[in-house]
């Protein structure tokens, strides 16, 4: 049988363990970096080394691609579903979200600065810019290159 003491510490206990898991979580949500990529026009250097699409009804309505010069993205979107298209990326220990919320037929482009000759993984995404989130279950696959 639990006495009225032993209660005590196993809510204490878990109350602690809640806590250091919220404090995480909400670490590692902070730590992401959340951007809006407004330029118009890459860099004179860029070439497209790595691109991936999202495809639905057989037309290709989303796209993401980087460049290692200069470490450039470009994000387009090709549908007019209200969504933002959104390049969801990970470099090392760093991470973040390019949201294009520009609308229908809009090419946008950000410019990172990433370590040389670090993999970098990405992917496109549906989002919404207003609210800086990724719509669950709608990202590519992984793809990844060089920086």
Same mark, same amino acid.
């Given at each position: 049988?639990?006495?009225?003491?032993?209660?005590?510490?196993?809510?204490?206990?878990? $109350?602690?363990?809640?806590?250091?898991?919220?404090? +995480?979580? +909400?670490?590692?949500?902070?730590?992401?970096?959340?951007?809006?990529? @407004?330029? +118009?026009?890459? $860099?004179?250097?860029?070439?497209?080394?790595?691109? *991936?699409?999202?495809?639905?009804?057989?037309?290709?309505?989303?796209?993401?691609?980087?460049?290692?010069?200069? %470490?450039?993205?470009?994000?387009?979107?090709?549908?007019? %579903? !209200?969504?933002?298209?959104?390049?969801?990326?990970?470099?090392?220990?760093?991470? $973040?979200? #390019?949201?294009?919320?520009? !609308?229908?037929?809009? *090419?946008?482009?950000?410019?990172? %600065?990433?370590?040389?000759?670090? @993999? #970098?993984?990405?992917?496109?995404?549906?989002?919404?810019?207003?609210?800086? @989130?990724?719509?669950?279950?709608?990202?590519?696959?992984?793809?990844?290159?060089? +920086?």
């Amino acid at each position: 049988m639990i006495d009225n003491r032993s209660l005590k510490r196993i809510s204490t206990v878990a $109350g602690t363990l809640s806590a250091a898991l919220l404090l +995480t979580v +909400t670490q590692a949500n902070a730590a992401a970096e959340v951007e809006r990529a @407004t330029a +118009t026009e890459s $860099g004179n250097d860029v070439f497209w080394a790595k691109c *991936v699409n999202k495809y639905y009804d057989g037309a290709n309505r989303y796209q993401a691609c980087f460049s290692p010069a200069g %470490d450039w993205f470009s994000v387009s979107d090709f549908d007019s %579903d !209200g969504s933002s298209a959104v390049v969801d990326w990970e470099v090392g220990n760093r991470s $973040g979200s #390019i949201f294009n919320a520009d !609308g229908f037929g809009a *090419v946008r482009y950000k410019n990172k %600065d990433f370590p040389e000759d670090a @993999t #970098i993984r990405f992917r496109i995404c549906l989002g919404h810019w207003s609210t800086k @989130t990724i719509t669950g279950g709608s990202c590519s696959g992984w793809v990844s290159n060089l +920086t």
